[in-house]
């Protein structure tokens, strides 16, 4: 039963490696050499259902990475509410405050819809933008992603996990800033529910902001998640 498991894990993988794969060349073709830096990431977050349908919960985000490399820290904390309109739709809204160190702070209003269908996930993000420095300006971004969540074996802890994610900037943070596809993310790992209110993850992830003219920007970073619930 588990290497019936592992295979149904692979095959699912293999398609959607090949779909995001196919997605990413269309949309980079880069004409530059990659600048490519290895970063650590950690998302601590914790939830609470109001009811059965409404949650609220807490993300956090610490990313350390490579000053001398021109790389800041950054680290954010987003309430969110999250409401379940369906069995499988859920609307959520939130609000951020982001620190990069050394860099522009950033404030953001997000708005997304998330979907389920059987093992694969879908959720459409749009985030206002404001940037520390540039005089109120509101910039406005659509983030499309696809997943798939696959548990290795029956009533197992272990779920694998995939998502790949475009950026695409609809009105820069700045004037003159780059617009369309600015950025694409993957991430590739498995989850593992300790308890009824803890889960924890580890994920290899790979994000590229795409930049007109020049060398796309690539990190590479494994990714600990954990999340709480009560």
Known sequence: MAISAVRKVITHFRKIAAILAAST????????????????????SVEHSLDDDTKISIQTAQRFRDASNGRAD?????????????????????????????????IRTIQQVGTKHGILRTRLRLEERFVEGNNG??????????????????????????DGELFWTLRSTSVGGSTGITGAETRVGVSY?????????LKYLRAQSIRSGREDRVSHAPLFELNFSF
């Not at 060349?25 to 601590?44: K, R, S």
């Not at 529910?193 to 993850?201: F, I, M, T, Y």
Request: charged fraction near 25%.
């Open 74 to 106: 950054t680290y954010y904390v987003r309430g969110w509410v999250h409401q379940k309109v369906a069995d499988n739709v859920t609307i959520s809204a939130a609000a951020e405050q982001r620190i990069n160190d050394g860099g522009s702070d950033e």
């Open 193 to 201: 529910e300790v308890s009824d209110n803890l889960s924890v993850g």
């Open 137 to 162: 300006r509101m910039g406005v971004r659509l983030r499309p992603r696809l997943g798939l969540r696959v548990p290795l074996g029956e009533d197992s802890p272990f779920t694998a996990a995939v």
């Open 25 to 44: 060349i269309a949309v980079a073709q880069p004409a530059f050499a990659n600048d490519d830096d290895f970063e650590v990431w950690f998302g601590p």
